[in-house]
């Protein structure tokens, strides 16, 4: 079943950049509501969890080790058809192939290293959620 909600990052790339504040006034322009949200550092351990299903792909300590670098700020959208317009709204994971204008567009440095996670279902937006909130955390 299809919800109104989605879950998003804003990287340690994007934090230290001094982006993130630029990255949710877009989020919130593009129609999003802000329905959880938190500044925070994931340790190695909780990044390794966060990403636990790619722990067998060749890049997993590369991206735990980046995850768990700096400040993230985690949060949870609504809108509807919040997933797909969210991932339109942030663009291909290389930002050398996002379309302009998109979040990724502006303020990606590379592939790794690229502003912004954004998830890729109803199903992992509501474990991703979850992961980083409570349900006292979220507001409507």
């Known amino acids: 079943m299809a919800t109104n909600r989605t879950f998003t990052m804003v990287k340690p790339d994007a934090v230290a950049a001094g982006n993130a504040g630029a990255i949710i006034k877009q989020i919130q322009e593009a129609g999003f509501k802000v329905i959880a949200m938190k500044l925070t550092h994931l340790t190695p351990q909780k990044a390794g969890e966060f990403y636990a299903v790619h722990s067998e792909r060749p890049f997993?300590?590369?991206?735990?080790?980046?995850?768990?670098?700096?400040?993230?700020?985690?949060?949870?959208?609504?809108?509807?058809?919040?997933?797909?317009?969210?991932?339109?709204?942030?663009?291909?994971?290389?930002?050398?192939?996002?379309?302009?204008?998109?979040?990724?567009?502006?303020?990606?440095?590379?592939?790794?290293?690229?502003?912004?996670?954004?998830?890729?279902?109803?199903?992992?937006?509501?474990?991703?959620?979850?992961?980083?909130?409570?349900?006292?955390?979220?507001?409507?």
Request: aromatic share 8%.
């Open 60 to 140: 997993y300590g590369e991206l735990v080790e980046f995850m768990s670098s700096g400040p993230i700020v985690a949060a949870i959208l609504e809108k509807d058809n919040a997933i797909a317009d969210f991932r339109t709204l942030i663009g291909a994971t290389n930002p050398a192939d996002a379309a302009p204008g998109t979040i990724r567009a502006l303020y990606a440095k590379s592939i790794g290293e690229n502003a912004v996670h954004g998830a890729d279902s109803d199903e992992n937006a509501a474990i991703e959620g979850n992961f980083h909130f409570a349900s006292t955390e979220m507001v409507g």
